[in-house]
């Protein structure tokens, strides 16, 4: 981390959950290139408990904001002060989902707390290409992986601040809980959508803008690979749908149609 004295910005901590052993080579690599205020602490919680490790970097926590982040992540180096400087209670980059077709972790709810699971239908990212913050409306999801928080909207809330198994006895959830009573207590969520959270598994999986909206892609060392196949629409009806799947026919026309198969990062905007 390389911490600069004149940002203008208060120094606070970042929380990382992560797993027992070190896991991803890119999330240690985006961590030392982070920027962040002088005075900022960097604490890294290891255990089998992701929620004991979230609730644990909140009680060691110092200054007046808390970054909450996984070990399975990679990001830009100027994505922290550019989430400080919106100066908001809550703010949350995008971050995909690590199975396809690689969606948003950010789920559609139905105007209301009332019932939240697991068959909320996923954003697209089509809804979230346009430049700017989105206001969460209430009642919708989005998970804890860069979410930046200002240290006072904990005040008054007893500990445990991350639960599991709340939503449904047979699953962790406990980003859904933390969300929902965010929500609950009057608080808003904002979503940047000029900065994205990359998620590691086998390989990276984060969104490029192409053409002014975003498409899933994979990370792979140096190469990204755009993937305009696994782009998804909401359908009238509210529910989320794919593009057709490329076939063997477009795989050998000639040539082949542009938008059925993977274009590598020539032209595409960082974001």
Avoid at 25 to 46: D, H, I
Wanted: charged fraction near 20%; aromatic fraction near 10%.
């Amino acid at each position: 981390m390389i911490q600069l004295p004149n940002t203008g910005f208060p120094p606070g901590t970042i929380v990382v959950a992560a797993a027992m052993q070190p896991r991803f080579f890119e999330f240690q690599v985006s961590m030392e290139r982070l920027k962040a205020p002088v005075g900022t602490r960097w604490l890294t919680c290891r255990g089998c408990d992701i929620t004991h490790n979230f609730n644990d970097g909140i009680q060691k926590s110092t200054g007046e904001w808390i970054w909450f982040m996984g070990d399975d992540h990679g990001f830009d180096e100027n994505i922290l002060l550019a989430l400080l400087a919106h100066d908001k209670d809550i703010v949350v980059p995008p971050t995909p989902c690590k199975t396809f077709s690689f969606l948003p972790c950010i789920m559609h709810g139905s105007g209301s707390l009332s019932v939240w699971d697991g068959s909320m239908p996923l954003y697209t990212w089509e809804e979230l290409s346009t430049p700017g913050l989105l206001n969460l409306p209430v009642g919708d999801f989005i998970g804890q992986a860069g979410m930046l928080i200002k240290r006072s909207v904990l005040n008054g809330w007893d500990y445990p601040w991350f639960k599991a198994g709340q939503q449904d006895p047979g699953r962790l959830q406990e980003d859904m809980t933390f969300c929902r009573e965010l929500q609950e207590r009057g608080f808003t969520i904002w979503v940047d959508r000029d900065q994205l959270i990359a998620h590691y598994y086998v390989m990276g999986i984060t969104a490029k803008r192409h053409d002014g909206q975003y498409i899933p892609a994979l990370l792979n060392n140096a190469e990204v690979l755009l993937l305009p196949d696994a782009v998804a629409t909401r359908t009238e009806d509210g529910q989320t749908k794919l593009r057709r799947r490329m076939t063997l026919e477009d795989t050998n026309s000639n040539p082949p149609p542009k938008s059925r198969v993977p274009t590598w990062l020539e032209g595409v905007d960082d974001a």
